[in-house]
């Protein structure tokens, strides 16, 4: 609290401040004691701020505690590459980062076409335009599982889908149970809020399998929910369907949901077959986030969404709702690509993703001979 005079008043905080300042301007002359009137006198902008010393602005226990490793180096960095020496690009997971992986020309067709519609330059609804989530549902459908426009939310990025889905199901103090090695936003996020985050082990030489002992183990009464990805980000690794039964038993043996960072969907190697923690989960539910960054390339579209899957209703009637909400304190993510979603789900070429997964192949390849010399 600080306090300055001014004139003939003393103001002890900007409102009062701004109160006594449109009161003057509202009125514009004070009655004198006989009865005539004369200017009323203002508080100058120089006198309001003669007195900075006395600020002191807070900076919350949240801010504080929000740290996101990988951005701090990558926003900060300005290195000048040895020019003896030919940089080993360990990338931040941004395909369009060093070229040569580019949206195919009916993604940009799509974009261009909602830009030019007119119908897309003010808000849509908070949690998504209509025809982009349906175009999600009907993606992501299955034939044991139909889903709809209801059972999706869009969201600023897969990383905003996490943000989301993190918040909504646990309160400081709880825990939520997140993979190690894994991706930095998971603490990032729990640390912000003052939710614990518990690791649980990948086992190295077993492919980064989860260590199923020990998520197990971390379970306690303060959990409220497993965060799981596949395909792997920053292991790469990919989890066969018995594997992903055995950590759907565990969630559904202390009824926890799963949060399920699927932001890699489908991106597996020629010879591996992909399926979504969603399609197989049961009674368990989960919730889904994904996007467009890396299957499509466009991580700076920041276009994401969160998926529910829930086959009998647990989340749907009692926290769903507050997804919702939840989006709109930002209004969900940018119409334009919102308007282009549904273009670019249904006219993206099926070789497209093929081709994407064969550069990534010979890739890898190329790296693990150039690594035995």
């Given amino acids: 609290t600080f306090s300055w005079s001014c004139d003939r008043h003393t103001y002890s905080t900007p409102t009062q401040i701004m109160s006594t300042s449109r009161e003057s301007s509202e009125a514009g002359t004070e009655a004198t004691a006989n009865g005539e009137s ?28 929000t740290f996101n490793p990988i951005r701090n180096i990558v926003d900060h960095m300005k290195v000048q590459p040895n020019p003896d020496y030919e940089p080993i690009k360990l990338s931040i997971g941004d395909p369009s980062r060093y070229g040569g992986f580019d949206p ?31 175009a999600v549902a009907q993606l992501h459908s299955t034939e044991s599982q139909q889903l709809t426009a209801n059972d999706v939310i869009l969201t600023s990025g897969c990383s905003g889908a996490l943000d989301i889905a993190l918040r909504a199901v646990a309160d400081p103090g709880d825990n939520i149970l997140i993979p190690t090695p894994g991706f930095s936003i998971y603490k990032t996020v ?3 809020t003052g939710i614990e985050a518990r690791e649980y082990s990948l086992l190295p030489d077993e ?16 959990t409220r929910a497993i965060v799981v990805n596949d395909p792997s980000n920053p292991c790469g690794s990919v989890y066969n369907k018995d594997h992903k039964l055995k950590i759907i038993q565990i969630a559904a043996r202390y009824r926890k949901p799963l949060v399920a960072d699927e932001i890699y969907y489908g991106m597996v190697f020629s010879g591996n077959t992909y399926q979504s923690f969603g399609s197989l989960a049961g009674n368990v539910p989960v919730l889904a986030c994904g996007g467009i960054a890396k299957r499509y390339l466009v991580p700076g579209w920041r276009l994401g969404w969160i998926i529910l899957h829930d086959n009998i209703g647990t989340v749907r009637e009692k926290v769903w709702p507050r997804f919702i909400a939840m989006t709109q304190m930002i209004l969900g993510p940018c119409a334009l690509i919102q308007g282009a979603l549904p273009g ?15 550069k990534l192949e010979v890739l890898c390849l190329y790296q693990s001979v150039s690594a035995c010399g």
């Fill in 104 to 134: 195919c020309k009916e993604i940009l067709d799509c974009v261009s076409e909602s830009l030019y519609s007119g119908k897309h330059n003010g808000y849509h609804p908070s949690h998504g335009l209509l025809e982009a989530r349906e």
């Fill in 207 to 222: 492919s980064w399998q989860v260590d199923l002992e020990h998520l197990e183990s971390q379970i306690n009464d303060k």
């Fill in 38 to 65: 004369e200017p009323k006198k203002q508080c100058t902008t120089e006198t309001v701020l003669s007195d900075v010393d006395t600020w002191n602005v807070n900076v919350s226990t949240s801010a504080l505690n």
């Fill in 190 to 192: 729990l640390a912000s």
């Fill in 344 to 358: 670019i789900i249904a006219n993206t070429p099926p070789d497209f993703h093929q081709k994407l997964i064969y």
